[in-house]
Antibody, heavy 120, light 110 residues
């Protein structure tokens, strides 16, 4: 059974960096037929796609324009996980963050979500 | 912030049918597959429909999807109390080069 296990802090101070990881079991992050996404959800912004990464001989990432200047999504084949780094966070980055598998244009596997609160 | 528009809520009695609309444009629904997701409070969204009208394994045929032009529709027949949840449509937007989602619709069983 394929599962995504999220980890990372639930509280981040303004201007600091948000770091979340998503460990995969039952599949390989190097699976070239899927991509690995981060999506967040907040009452004010709804569901918001942040970006994705996939492995085609090397890691290729693509980001939403709204966060492109301060986001990095990486994959790690040795740990079989992928991660989200969001720099210079503000109160507007408070949300539930989900790691998600995209298989043939369907978001078919979701992590349980991590509530991240940006507060001093 | 959402690119796709859904009604905030729909309701019906047990056993009845509801439909949820998802309105977009040519840069998204008009040219890409639509998926639908079901979300219960405190839980992650779950894939309900993909490629406009296909159901993943385990999803009952009470749930159906369709697409016409730049709009899509989710139908739920034989409504059950366990169907009370939020429902979201989603697709790719070629203009934004990003995945986009609907505003979400809350289904209430009267």
């Amino acid at each position: 059974q394929v599962q995504l296990q999220q980890s990372g802090p639930g509280l981040v101070k303004p201007s600091q960096t948000l770091l979340l990881s998503c460990a995969l079991s039952g599949d390989r992050v190097s699976n070239s037929s899927v991509s690995w996404n981060w999506i967040r959800q907040s009452p004010s912004r709804g569901l918001e796609w942040l970006g994705r990464t996939n492995y085609r001989s090397k890691w290729n990432s693509h980001y939403a324009a709204s966060v492109e200047s301060r986001i990095i999504i990486n994959g790690d084949t040795s740990k079989n996980e992928f991660s989200l780094q969001l720099n210079s966070v503000t109160l507007e980055d408070t949300a539930v963050y989900y790691c998600v598998r995209d298989s043939n244009w369907r978001l078919d596997l979701w992590g349980r979500g991590t509530l991240v609160t940006v507060s001093s | 912030q959402s690119v796709l528009t859904q009604p905030p809520s729909v309701s019906a009695a047990p056993g009845q049918k509801v439909t949820i609309s998802c309105s977009g444009g040519s840069s998204n629904i008009g040219n890409y597959y639509v998926s639908w997701y079901q979300q219960f409070p405190g839980a992650a969204p779950k894939l309900l429909i993909y490629e406009n009208d296909k159901r993943p394994s385990g999803i009952p045929d009470r749930f159906s999807g369709s697409k016409s032009g730049s709009s899509a529709t989710l139908g739920i027949t034989g409504l059950q109390t366990g169907d009370e949840a939020d429902y979201y449509c989603g697709t790719w937007d070629g203009g934004l080069s990003a995945r986009v989602f609907g505003t979400g619709t809350k289904v209430t069983v009267l």
